[in-house]
């Protein structure tokens, strides 16, 4: 087991504002929604989201994050990161390599990055990341995702080996994120079970506490049950 780091990251609760989810309802709606809620880490993930329109709703979920003392990174897009001045980015396999991220972005700039296994953990560090997303932990329909389900057992081995921390991802929902916080996640990484929520505000909340109930709880990644 490696010794725990520190990370420019808060360790709890992980929201995806994602534009693929309630499509009806604009991005900076969502945003405000899940900051009502008490979101501290969002990742802005636009899929769908014209380019010249995805700089304009950035600058806004950018500007809302910081008034309320989030984190926010932007997915895939380190352009948009920069134009924006948003804390960092998640890149995986089909954006810019983390190393690229990283020399754009400077020191200071969060680099989150995309894994499956220890190895991928091991890469992400030497490039120079502070965090990676692991997962698909459960099924989800957000995403099609072409990597096996780690399951609980699966994401704490690779939690207890990992050089840096880890955001577990797909399909995380308030019915197991106290477990995925026990099993040595740094963040639980939420879209569809906050922003599908008839109240979206009231679900971060009970999923961001739920999370840290779960920190408190055995772990794990530490050997526990
Ligand atoms: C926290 C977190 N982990 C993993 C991902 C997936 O990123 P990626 O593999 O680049 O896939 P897309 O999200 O771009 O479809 C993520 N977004 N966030
Ligand atoms: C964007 C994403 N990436 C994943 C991965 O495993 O790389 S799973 C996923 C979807 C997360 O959405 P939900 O919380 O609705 O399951
Ligand atoms: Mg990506």
């Known amino acids: 087991m490696n010794a725990p780091v520190s990370s ?9 504002c994602d534009d693929t989810l309630r499509p009806d309802v604009p991005l900076a709606r969502k945003a405000e929604l899940l900051l009502a809620g008490g979101a501290r880490v969002m990742q802005l993930r636009m899929k ?34 920069l134009l924006t001045g948003a804390h960092g980015v998640h ?4 954006d810019l390599p983390p190393e690229a991220a990283r020399r ?3 020191p200071q700039g969060v680099v989150g990055v995309t894994v499956r296994d220890v190895a991928g953990a091991r890469a992400a560090r030497d490039a120079g990341a502070d ?11 957000t995403k099609q995702v072409n990597a096996p389900v780690l399951g609980l057992e699966g994401f704490a081995a690779v939690v207890r080996d990992s050089p840096l921390p880890v955001v577990g991802i797909g399909g995380v929902t308030l019915e197991n994120i106290a477990r995925v916080a026990a099993a040595g996640a740094h963040g639980g990484a939420v879209a ?11 679900r971060v909340r009970l999923l ?5 109930r779960g920190v408190q709880g055995t772990s794990l990644a530490d050997g526990g049950v």
């Open 104 to 106: 754009l972005l400077g």
């Open 8 to 16: 420019p990251l808060p360790r709890g609760l992980y929201v995806l």
């Open 131 to 141: 965090y990676v997303g692991l997962g698909p932990l459960f099924g989800t329909t």
């Open 208 to 212: 961001a506490v739920a999370f840290d």
């Open 48 to 81: 769908r989201t014209p380019l010249r329109e995805a700089l304009a709703v950035a600058r806004e979920v950018v500007a809302a994050c910081r008034r309320a003392g989030a984190v926010c990174l932007i997915n895939d897009r380190v352009d948009l990161a």
């Open 192 to 202: 569809s079970d906050a922003l599908l929520a008839a109240d979206v505000a009231e």
């Open 91 to 94: 890149v995986g396999e089909e």
